[in-house]
């Protein structure tokens, strides 16, 4: 799994804590970044195009994810679209 920039990964803790997300949920979402980060470079998809989102769900919704955690999939992304 590719590692995420010092910088970005602090910025990007900080947002759950800003929404009030259960504290035992923000491993969660930064797992969810790294997965798409991880999809785009895989399958050559522009990560900072919002575009590619769908077909980072697309293949969640393949491997079985639960609807829940493709909805904390899509929040993490969109979170990652903001910081950038």
Do not use: N
Not at 40 to 48: I, L, S, T, V
Not at 53 to 62: E, S, Y
């Amino acid at each position: 799994m590719l590692a995420l920039p010092r910088g970005l990964k602090e910025q990007f803790e900080a947002l759950p804590k800003e929404q009030s997300i259960p504290q035992e949920s923000h491993v969660h979402y930064l797992k969810w970044l790294r997965f798409y980060l991880d999809f785009c470079h895989k399958y050559g998809f522009a990560r900072f195009r919002p575009e590619t989102l769908p077909q980072f769900l697309d293949k969640l919704r393949q491997k079985k994810q639960t609807e829940a955690r493709q909805k904390q999939a899509a929040k993490a992304v969109s979170w990652f679209y903001e910081l950038t």
